[in-house]
T-cell receptor, first 113, second 113 residues
Framework: QQQVKQSPQSLIVQKGGISIINCAYE??????FPWYQQFPGKGPALLIA?????SEKKEGRFTISFNKSAKQFSLHIMDSQPGDSATYFC????????????FGTGTQLKVEL | SAVISQKPSRDICQRGTSLTIQCQVD?????MFWYRQQPGQSLTLIAT?????????ESGFVIDKFPISRPNLTFSTLTVSNMSPEDSSIYLC??????????FGPGTRLTVL
């Protein structure tokens, strides 16, 4: 019930392309879905987050798409750049559960020139 | 977002010893969390630390192994006790903002020999 499944495990995209990372959850009580970006040797940084009352949220080149009925959400990185090369984690939490984050397994993104 | 610092940033320890990790936040926060990130893996919640009450531990983590202090609203410590090589990980603290976002510190990289 608490799992968040993330795919793919790794992703290689050409510069200027679109990177897409998918997550699926089981617990319908989850009501907050953030994405984190982590560079080697650094802590995870909050990138963008969505709540289930909207189906899409965009911030610059980063977009979250949310499908409540399918219990899936995805991160789209438009015009991917080499500086976007990092590990991305999706996560989920529920307000009544102490806001504890359950993380996906992570996706290593490499953007090639 | 909150500015979070951790000390030490990294350490190499001998098995059987203990290490105390400090987490300092630049603003008062109600909820602080401690996570473990094993090499190449995702983040796992160890415990939630609220000021003025006992920490709440997740399944698989116990107070004797990971004692936590939360003396005020800007500071917390996590001790990794009686260490073994299996404790080699990155230990991360995070804080919850008033908007329910979670921000992470830079992490403490622990190697146990």
């Amino acid at each position: 019930q608490q799992q968040v499944k993330q795919s793919p495990q790794s992703l290689i995209v050409q510069k200027g392309g679109i990177s897409i990372i998918n997550c699926a959850y089981e617990n319908t009580a989850f009501d907050y879905f953030p994405w984190y970006q982590q560079f080697p040797g650094k802590g995870p940084a909050l990138l963008i987050a969505i709540r289930p009352d909207v189906s899409e949220k965009k911030e610059g080149r980063f977009t979250i798409s949310f499908n409540k009925s399918a219990k899936q959400f995805s991160l789209h990185i438009m015009d991917s750049q080499p500086g976007d090369s990092a590990t991305y984690f999706c996560a989920a939490s529920r307000t009544g559960g102490g806001n504890k984050l359950t993380f996906g397994t992570g996706t290593q993104l490499k953007v090639e020139l | 977002s909150a500015v979070i610092s951790q000390k030490p940033s990294r350490d190499i320890c001998q098995r059987g010893t203990s290490l105390t990790i400090q987490c300092q936040v630049d603003s008062q926060v109600t909820m602080m969390f401690w996570y473990r990130q094993q090499p190449g893996q995702s983040l796992t919640l160890i415990a939630t630390a609220n000021q003025g009450s006992e920490a709440t531990y997740e399944s698989g983590f116990v107070i004797d192994k990971f004692p936590i202090s939360r003396p005020n609203l800007t500071f917390s410590t996590l001790t990794v006790s009686n260490m073994s090589p299996e404790d080699s990980s990155i230990y991360l603290c995070s804080v919850k903002s008033s908007y329910n976002e979670q921000f992470f510190g830079p992490g403490t990289r622990l190697t146990v020999l």
